[in-house]
């Protein structure tokens, strides 16, 4: 069935540093990968996304890689701040149910002062 | 969180009730979420609307109903047949045609 993995679970970090993200999905029908931060007792935030007609995008210290070929793609934090620190995940649109997101398993991100 | 809203923040449960987790929106969004989060896992999906007076089952629907009456609300029951309800609640709407999901604050349900 539908499936996306994300690696790592947990990544720690040294404020400055920068911090990667991976998730590979299943169906190749998915052409729309969100990507949330969740922080603790709170709900998931949209913090950036791509569509599969592109390759990469970015938001000031956020991208995000696309490589559909490889079913893959990356968040990539610059810079990173101790507010960084939290749960990251990954999910890709159904391709054969609109709307529905199949969420990856997350990344807990640290980033040490 | 945005226009999504979620009543109570914090809901405890005897075994054997059911219990009503309330979603709130007022963005306009047609298609509305319900998901479920255990700890240190990802969101699993429980039931789906994508119009009024009209849902689906999502992965995890077994011991759950809900009801889509009006486009603002999407309320989810948790019966008495969920094995294992205490978890974290999420409800999400959608902007029409861009899969683009926005999250509520979330209810913690606990069972006693």
């Known amino acids: 069935g539908e499936n996306v993995e994300q690696h790592p679970s947990t990544l720690s970090v040294q404020e400055g540093d920068s911090a990667v993200i991976k998730c590979t999905y299943s169906d190749s029908a998915s052409n729309y990968f969100p990507w949330y931060k969740q922080e603790l007792g709170k709900g998931p935030q949209l913090i950036i996304d791509?569509?599969?007609?592109?390759g990469e995008k970015k938001d000031q210290r956020i991208a995000v890689t696309l490589n559909k070929t490889a079913k893959h793609f990356s968040l990539h934090i610059t810079e990173t701040q101790p507010e960084d620190s939290a749960v990251y995940f990954c999910?890709?649109?159904?391709?054969?149910?609109?709307?529905?997101?199949?969420f990856g398993q997350g990344t807990e991100l640290s980033v040490k002062p | 969180d945005g226009g999504i809203t979620q009543s109570p923040k914090y809901l405890f449960r005897k075994e054997g009730q059911n219990v009503t987790l309330s979603c709130e929106q007022n963005l306009n969004h047609d298609a509305m979420y319900w998901y479920r989060q255990d700890p240190g896992q990802g969101l699993r999906l429980i039931y789906y609307s994508q119009i009024v007076n009209d849902f689906q089952k999502g992965d995890i629907a077994e011991g759950y109903s809900v009801s889509r009456e009006k486009k603002e609300s999407f309320p989810l029951t948790v019966t008495s047949a969920q094995k294992n309800p205490t978890a974290f609640y999420l409800c999400a709407s959608e902007i029409p045609g861009a899969d683009t999901q926005y999250f509520g604050p979330g209810t913690r349900l606990t069972v006693l």
């Open positions: 791509i569509r599969s007609n592109v």
């Open positions: 999910a890709a649109s159904s391709g054969n149910q609109g709307g529905k997101l199949i």
